[in-house]
């Protein structure tokens, strides 16, 4: 049974940072490409960070130069650092895994930035 168990949200002053973490079970982790996505009430889910098996990434404009997606293949965990936090990064962040058709989600954290 693959899982992906997310932590680390909470709320936050803006200017302030957070560090969410995915861990993944069930899954040959170090195959898949990782991704961080959020979504906000009202809003679609989009992409925020993707990790690939490789070790490159990719980040949405909006969280580019404050947000870090690393990933540790021991411990079968992706992270995002989260810095310079906005209240438009207030949302519920959601961790992915992808290798081709293979498309699993957790559960979500919510992450809110008080102003």
């Known amino acids: 049974q693959v899982r992906l168990v997310e932590s680390g949200g909470g709320l936050v002053q803006a200017g302030g940072s957070l560090r969410l973490s995915c861990v993944a079970s069930?899954?040959?982790?170090?195959?898949?490409?990782m991704g961080w996505y959020r979504q906000a009430p009202g809003k679609q889910r989009e992409l925020v960070a993707r990790?690939?098996?490789?070790?490159?990434?990719n980040y949405a404009d909006s969280v580019q130069g404050r947000f870090t997606i690393s990933r540790d293949n021991a411990k079968n965990t992706v992270y995002l650092q989260m810095s310079s936090l906005k209240p438009e990064d207030t949302a519920v962040y959601y961790c992915?895994?992808?290798?081709?058709?293979?498309?699993?989600w957790g559960q979500g954290t919510q992450v809110t930035v008080s102003s």
């Open positions: 992915n895994a992808l290798l081709a058709a293979l498309d699993y």
């Open positions: 069930g899954i040959t982790f170090n195959r898949y490409s």
């Open positions: 990790i690939r098996s490789g070790g490159s990434t």
